[in-house]
């Protein structure tokens, strides 16, 4: 089927996300204005106004009610999906670049990139049940490594918390004490900076695409690598089938380079590869610009993917997607 060409960005996009029942697709981008879609059609339902700054990322509740999003302004806010009301503003000394819910939704974990001074950092804040009772203070601040923290999303049980960026490790800390419990390998992790995370639908083990021209699955628990997917290109953005053994890669080159090489390098494509035997098997063409995020629907029928171009792409699959045989 065609894809749907949603556009109502101005700028690049930088994350997209679906909600568990997967009717709804919200869209993060440069320009300030994180954005919700119907996720069948690609019609859009309205826009969450407020932000100063590019967003960055985003997450919403299991119930659908609360989106929260993080942006380079410095603030981390609190919507109501529905009416796009702005709930809560928790405000930093530096941008902000990652958000996730816990499990139940009473938690979240954000990430601050270093600057100036300050280094980048974990935060954990409490979530409200009552908007009006909400409270800015952080349960817990962990200092972070060298370099930004691209991404941070919560482990099994939200007993722990997995963190990767720029100085290509991958940490598992313990969410209550703040404790560094394991770190990637030097030799197997990954070389460059890590730019996505996604966990499997199941949550028993996560996937991260890294400038190294990789993308790689890991345990969530013990950290142990379980398969690597080689591409000829940077990846900015993964995801991974909640229905079949397929994990889609995108990126290419960053768009400033883009001129100065053959017309035929810049690889705008999304990729998919074999989960299990890590072989490439298609490609989805369509973009631009680099492909900066990616997402499956949870019924796993669908995926969307978002460009430096400004455009959301929506696929929906043939019948014969389901019957690939290698």
């Known amino acids: 089927m065609r894809p749907i060409l949603m556009k109502g960005h101005e700028r690049p996009l930088t994350f997209l996300k679906y909600n568990r029942e997967g009717d709804l697709l919200f869209s993060c981008a440069k320009d300030h204005n994180p954005t919700v879609w119907f996720a069948d059609n690609g019609e859009r339902l309205g826009t969450y106004r407020g932000h100063n700054g590019a967003v960055w990322c985003c997450d919403v509740s299991r119930d659908s009610t609360r989106l929260i999003t993080g942006s380079a302004d410095q603030t981390v806010k609190l919507w109501n999906v529905q009416n796009g009301a702005q709930l809560f503003t928790f405000s930093f000394d530096s941008p902000a670049r990652s958000v996730d819910f816990s499990v139940g939704d009473r938690l979240a974990v954000i990430t601050t990139d270093p600057f100036m001074e300050l280094s980048s950092s974990i935060h954990l804040k409490s979530i409200a049940r009552d908007p009006s009772q909400q409270i800015g203070e952080s349960l817990l601040v962990l200092k972070g490594p060298q370099g930004r923290i691209n991404r941070a999303v919560w482990g099994p049980l939200n007993s722990t918390i997995i963190s990767a960026g720029e100085d290509a490790v991958i940490r598992v800390w313990d969410s209550e004490t703040g404790k560094l419990l394991r770190e990637s390998d030097k030799e197997t992790g990954h070389k ?115 460009g430096e171009d400004g455009y959301v792409r929506l696929h929906h699959f043939d019948p014969d997607y389901f019957n690939i045989k290698i």
């Not at 400033?256 to 053959?262: E, M, P, Q």
């Open 192 to 306: 460059r900076t890590v730019t996505s995370l996604a966990k499997s639908a199941d949550g028993s083990h996560f996937l991260t695409g890294s400038l190294d021209k990789s993308a790689k699955l890991w345990d969530i628990r013990t950290l142990t690598l379980i398969k690597t997917y080689v591409t000829e290109r940077p990846v900015n953005a993964v995801a991974m089938s909640p229905l079949l053994d397929h994990v889609v890669l995108g990126g290419g080159q960053d768009a400033s380079a883009v001129t100065t090489t053959d017309h035929r390098a810049g690889k705008f494509e999304a990729k998919f590869f074999e989960k299990i035997l890590q072989q490439e098997i298609g490609g989805v063409k369509g973009h631009f610009g680099p492909i900066n995020a990616l997402a499956f629907n949870p019924d796993g029928k669908s995926f969307a993917s978002g």
